[in-house]
C-alpha cells in the first residue's frame, strides 16, 4: 500500500449519525425540518403550476463519470427548467433521495452541496427534504412549485398557427458530451491504465455535467410585456419538443435545421464518433434549453430586445405535421421515442 | 399444458402503443395530457402546501402479494394523507412512473385503476403523469399540492404543552397485516403447493393492502371551528410522528399506552407471531392514520363532536422528554428509527 492509498477519504455511515440528524444538518436552522410537507403562500393572487422530476441511477445518470455535486446542481435544474418554460417563477422546492447502502454521509453532502448551489442560484429557499432507503443505487425525487401574477397569466395567447418557435440556446452538446463520457468509461473499462481523453472538449462536457439554466430570456420577455403562448423544457430532445406544443394546440410546426444553433464542438464530437449532430438535435437529451412559442406580433421585439434567443421556426396548420425543413427544402416529418403515430 | 394454462393474461409491451399513447388513453382527454407541468390555481387567497412520496419496489411494497391496483391506490393515499394532517385538502396531483422492462401496458393500467379510484374517492381532477423507464422494477414519485382558505391558516395557533395528542384510528393493524403477508409468502417460497392461510385476518389484511384515510374528522373540525396546532401522518410508527411534532415545536410528550386503540386482529396476529403489538404500533408503518395536536381548550368539542378520534396523550414542556406511560405508570423513553439521539 503506497502512502497516497493511506489517506483515504472519511465514510461516514448514515445510521452512525441518524437521518434527522442529517437532514437537520443539510437544511440548517429551519422550521420546516423535519416535516412531511412544504409549506408556501404568496401575497398576490397567483396562477401555480407543479413541475416533478423522477431521476433513476443508470438510466438519468452514471455516477462512474457524473460528480454527486454535479448531479445535484443538474436534478435541481431538471425540475426547475419547465417552470421557466411556462413563463413561471419556481418559488418552493421539496426533494426526496432514496439510498442504498453503498452511499454514506459525505455522499449525501457532496450531492447537497450541488443542490444548494442550484437553489441558491434560483433563489430558492426552505426546501423540503426526506432520506429513504433504495435497494438499488440513488434515486431523487423532485417538486418545485412556479407562480405567475394573475394578471400576467390571464393574457397568456393561445397557440396559434404563425406563432414563431424560438430556443434560449443551441442544442445537441449535452448529448454529444454524454456520447464522449460513455466512450472514455468503455474504453477505461477495457484498460483502466487508459487515461481519458477529455481535452478540448469542454464545452460539450460541461453542458452535459455541469450545464446551467438561461433565465435571463424569462426576465427580458416580462419587462418588454412579451407573454409566450406556451413553452417546454428541452429535455429529451428538440423533437419531443415540438410534437407535445403541437398535440396540446392541435397545431403542425415548421422547423428549419439551418436556424437551429449547434455548436462547433457538437458537429465535431459527432464527426469523430460517426454520428448525426442533427439527431443529437432532435433525440438527444438534457440540453436544458427552452422553447417558447411567441405570438407573430411580437417578432420585432424578440429580434431587438432578446438576441441571445434563435427563432427556429413556427407554428402551423392542423394537420399540416410536425415537420424539419433542410436547407435543400426537403421537409422531413419529425419522430421522438415514446411517440407512436 | 392444461387447458387453464392456454388462457394466458394479454400482455402488451409499452412500446406497441406507444408511452404518449399510453398516457393519454390513460388519463382520457385533458389538456394537461403530454404536459411537464400540472397548473392549479384558486379563487380565494390561500395557503399552499405540497407533499411528496417516493415509493420503491422492495423498499415499500413487494409485488408477490401487493395487487397492483392495491399499490395504486395506497400511493395516492401516502402522498394526500400528510396534506390533511396539515387540515388542508388536496387540490391537485402530479404522478412518475419508472418502469422496467417486465411491466406491461395492462400492468400500468391495473396501476392506473388504483390511483384514479383514490383520486376519484379525494375529488382531485386533472392529474399529471408521466413514465420513464427504470433499470429496477416499479418507482412511483408523487407530488401534491394541498390548500386551506388564508383566513383559516392564520388562525392556526402554535402547539404548546397542554395541547392533546389526538389519533384518527386504530394503529399497528397495517404492519401486522404486513407481517401475515411476510410469512405466507416464505411458507409459498419454500414450497409452492402451500396454500396461503390468511382466513380470519381480513382487518389486518385490509389495513395493510386496501385501507381508507379517514377524512371525517377534517371535515368535522372545520364545521366546528377546530384548528389543529399541527399534525403528521403516521406513515413510520406512532413514535417517529410524535417526535416530529416534538421536534418542531421545541415540547416533549406523554403518551398513555391503554389509551392508543388496537385491534383485537392486531393483538392476535401479535401473540400468533410472538411479537409485542406496542411495536407494531409505535414502529410499524403504514397506518394511513393521522395525528392531530389540539388545544386543551378544545377538549369538550372534541369529546362531543368526534367520538371517531382518540385522546391518546399531550404535548409536555421542554425537555420533559418524548414519553409512554405504561398502565402501571412506568415511563419509557420513545425510540424511533432515524433518530438517533
Not at 186 to 206: A, C, E, R
Request: aromatic share 6%.
Amino acid at each position: 500500500m503506497t502512502d497516497r492509498q493511506n489517506v483515504q477519504p472519511k465514510r461516514t455511515p448514515i445510521e452512525d449519525i441518524g437521518k434527522i440528524n442529517l437532514i437537520e444538518r443539510l437544511l440548517g436552522d429551519s422550521i420546516s425540518t423535519v416535516s412531511d410537507v412544504t409549506p408556501y403562500t404568496s401575497e398576490q393572487e397567483c396562477h401555480w403550476i407543479d413541475s416533478h422530476s423522477l431521476l433513476l441511477e443508470g438510466i438519468d445518470f452514471d455516477l462512474v463519470y457524473t460528480p454527486l455535486k454535479h448531479l445535484g446542481y443538474k436534478a435541481v435544474l431538471s425540475v426547475l427548467g419547465p417552470i421557466y418554460a411556462k413563463n413561471h417563477t419556481p418559488e418552493t422546492i421539496s426533494i426526496r433521495i432514496g439510498l442504498s447502502k453503498r452511499f454514506c454521509v459525505e455522499d449525501v453532502e457532496e450531492l447537497w452541496f450541488g443542490i444548494s448551489a442550484a437553489l441558491g442560484d434560483h433563489k430558492i429557499s426552505s426546501p423540503g427534504l426526506d432520506l429513504m432507503p433504495s435497494l438499488t443505487g440513488l434515486t431523487i425525487s423532485l417538486s418545485s412549485q412556479g407562480k405567475q401574477k394573475k394578471e400576467v397569466f390571464v393574457q397568456t395567447p393561445a397557440a396559434v398557427a404563425g406563432d414563431l418557435i424560438c430556443i434560449t440556446g443551441s442544442l445537441g452538446a449535452a448529448y454529444m458530451g454524454l456520447q464522449l463520457l460513455e466512450r472514455e468509461k468503455l474504453l477505461f473499462t477495457s484498460n483502466p491504465q487508459i487515461q481519458p481523453k477529455l481535452d478540448g472538449y469542454k464545452f460539450i462536457l460541461k453542458s452535459y455535467l455541469n450545464p446551467e439554466l438561461n433565465t435571463s430570456v424569462n426576465e427580458i420577455m416580462s419587462s418588454n410585456s412579451i407573454i409566450p403562448s406556451d413553452g417546454e423544457f428541452i429535455s429529451r430532445g428538440l423533437a419531443d419538443a415540438v410534437k407535445r406544443v403541437c398535440r396540446r394546440w392541435g397545431t403542425g410546426a415548421k422547423i428549419f435545421l439551418d436556424k437551429i444553433p449547434i455548436a462547433a464542438q457538437t458537429f465535431e464530437m459527432a464527426e469523430e464518433l460517426n454520428m448525426d449532430a442533427t439527431t443529437a438535435v432532435l433525440n438527444g437529451g438534457e440540453d436544458m434549453q427552452i422553447l417558447f412559442t411567441i405570438p407573430l406580433a411580437s417578432y420585432d421585439s424578440v429580434k431587438k430586445e432578446i438576441p441571445n434567443m434563435d427563432i427556429i421556426g413556427h407554428l402551423s396548420g392542423a394537420g399540416s405535421g410536425v415537420n424539419l425543413i433542410t436547407p435543400d427544402g426537403a421537409q422531413i416529418e419529425l419522430k421522438a421515442q415514446g411517440w407512436s403515430e
